[in-house]
């Protein structure tokens, strides 16, 4: 088929055999490579290998599947709901966990709720339970116990939450170790005035239901980053969540605006990846993933973005993808300045069921937007659109062969065209949720 980027074989020889010469030269914010990054940095790859997927239309269409189930199911519910009973969970993400009034004491249920290519991704689950009780950053060496930094630098499978509401401003970025949930479900999380996220060459990590704003570039220096090493970092972009050689990882619930350079950035061979229920606003570079036109290591990339709002003051990068594999499915676009959708490097998107409202400047209907090529080389990239609602203008410009879904009534059924976007992204970004009531 088309979509595929060739066998495994050369797939996997072209990326190993890259690696070494890819290693001397990563812009990763390392100050110093030392053995122990090196390690960690190819153990990492491994596991991306593992979670990259031959076929990436079959998690498409699994995909496909659960959104139209959860959304028979979901009528049911809002007419309990009008009656005062049950709650409105339209997508197959939170039908999963949301109307449950025990979530508190089950936190652990989220794990399995992930969908797309981020499915893998189990967090801290079956790890005890960290309670962040301290809002404070002072030492990025030896952090103390009870704060973020300490939680997430902890051994092993650790499920993250928060004591009480709190303003969490980071004095330098927070590097996120393997098999980790931050869990921010019950209380007012921000993420605020300080640096950001980082998922750096590691793989397992959930990020739920947490506010990110206003982040800003820092100075770096010695962080720590594990539970046994301390590394020198330079400075930091101003993302608020940046995935750099990481895979299986789910971003879920977050609600993200006005930060210095990305909202979320994925490059450097990341896969595995589900962005789903997120609110961004006020922006300008959204989300990008893959960095450079000239590492093709990010031919592995596989990401799906689902049930997001674009809201009000984004721009543009909704997101720019290059190389890879990219299933845009089912977001509202109520919002961009310059375009919604664009890449170079030939990436294989597939939007279906988008809602796309067109701003009212004429010079800015187009939602594709491509990079360093002529017409006649993007032509070929695979760029498809199924069931999307344009509004006021919208088009999308497709490209490629035909991406060949084989849809089957018995198993395998349509996404929910756009019409229905409202509704499946009705409760994105950070929610209110309260112990002994369904969120």
């Known amino acids: 088929m088309g979509i595929m980027v060739g066998s495994v074989i050369k797939v996997v020889f072209t990326l190993l055999a890259s690696f070494a010469m890819i290693i001397p030269c990563l812009e990763a914010g390392i100050a110093e490579f030392d053995d122990f990054l090196r390690k960690q940095a190819h153990e990492a790859h491994e596991i991306a290998l593992e979670a990259y997927v031959p076929s990436p239309e079959e998690i498409t269409n699994e995909l496909n599947l659960h959104v139209h189930l959860a959304f028979e199911n979901s009528t049911r519910r809002e007419l309990r709901q009008r009656r005062g009973q049950g709650c409105d969970a339209t997508n197959p993400i939170d039908t999963c966990w949301r109307c449950r009034s025990d979530w508190a004491q089950d936190r652990f249920r989220l794990a399995k709720c992930s969908k797309g290519f981020g499915r ?4 801290g689950l079956g790890g005890p339970i960290y309670v962040v009780t301290d809002s404070s950053d002072n030492d990025m060496v030896n952090p103390k116990p009870g704060t973020i930094r300490h939680a997430v630098t902890q051994q092993g499978p650790l499920w993250i939450t928060f004591a009480h509401s709190m303003i969490i401003t980071l004095q330098q970025e927070l590097l996120i170790s393997s098999n980790k949930t931050i869990d921010g479900r019950g209380a007012n999380v921000q ?47 101003g993302d608020a969540i940046s995935i750099f050689g990481a895979s299986n990882i789910w971003i879920d619930h977050v609600s993200l605006s006005n930060c210095a350079d990305g909202l979320i950035d994925i490059i450097e061979g990341s896969t595995g990846i589900t962005i789903s ?29 689902a049930f997001n709002h674009f809201g009000q003051g984004l721009i ?8 890879g594999f990219v299933h845009v499915l089912n977001n509202d676009y109520t919002h961009w300045m310059m375009y919604a959708i664009g890449g170079s490097s030939g990436p294989t998107i597939l939007s ?15 939602i594709t937007h491509r990079d360093y090529a002529t017409p006649d080389v993007w032509k070929n990239w695979q760029w498809q659109s199924d069931m999307d609602l344009f509004m006021n203008g919208a088009k999308f410009t497709t490209s490629g062969s035909p991406i060949r879904l084989a849809y089957n009534k018995g198993f ?4 929910r065209d756009g019409t ?4 499946l992204t009705r409760h994105s970004g950070a929610l209110d949720c309260f112990v002994g009531r369904p969120c």
């Open 120 to 123: 893998r991704a189990v967090g």
């Open 191 to 237: 993420f605020k005035g300080g640096a950001g996220l980082t998922i750096q060459f590691v793989s397992n990590v959930i990020i739920h239901g947490i506010r990110i704003k206003n982040i800003v570039p820092k100075e770096g220096g010695m962080i720590k980053d594990s539970y046994n090493h301390v590394g020198l970092r330079t400075r930091s972009d």
């Open 277 to 305: 229920n997120c609110h961004m606003t006020k922006h300008n570079d959204v989300m990008l993933f893959g960095a450079s036109d000239s590492y093709s290591g990010d031919k592995i990339m596989q990401i799906t973005v």
């Open 316 to 323: 543009q990068r909704m997101p720019r993808c290059r190389w």
């Open 352 to 366: 279906q069921g988008n809602r796309f409202i067109a701003p009212n400047n004429d010079v800015a209907k187009e």
């Open 412 to 415: 395998i059924m349509k996404p």
């Open 420 to 423: 229905h976007v409202s509704r």
